[in-house]
């Protein structure tokens, strides 16, 4: 077999890669939102945001964060890695989750002693 040759890709590949794209699709979306967010906050005043508030709304996580696992996508599929894109769908899913909880944190602490929750 010719060496420059690269062996096609798995099935298992192309599954995770596409579940990779569909989480930095969502990740891409949150920061669309997440921008939204950011300008409900400062019209807020004079509150203090907590700090993993302050990281998700900061415009290098949400332009960097969907990024990365593109990139991530990118080597996985050069190297046929599915255990890198695997990886990425996970980081991405946590990373996802991390940042809705952000986000929302803020409006949780306000409505909680409302709901007495």
Do not use: N
């Amino acid at each position: 077999m010719d060496e420059t040759k690269k062996a096609s890709p798995s099935y298992r590949l192309g599954v995770a890669c596409g579940f990779a794209l569909a989480v930095v699709v969502i990740l891409a979306w949150q920061a669309f939102e997440h921008g939204q967010h950011s300008g409900l906050y400062t019209e807020f005043g004079g509150i203090v945001l907590p700090t993993s508030t302050t990281i998700v709304l900061s415009p290098v996580y949400r332009i960097g964060m969907p990024t990365l696992l593109l990139m991530a996508i990118l080597v996985a599929h050069d190297r046929r890695a599915p255990w890198l894109a695997i990886a990425a769908v996970v980081v991405g899913m946590g990373a996802v989750v991390f940042a809705y909880w952000a986000v929302t944190a803020p409006m949780r602490a306000l409505t909680d002693p409302i709901l007495g929750s």
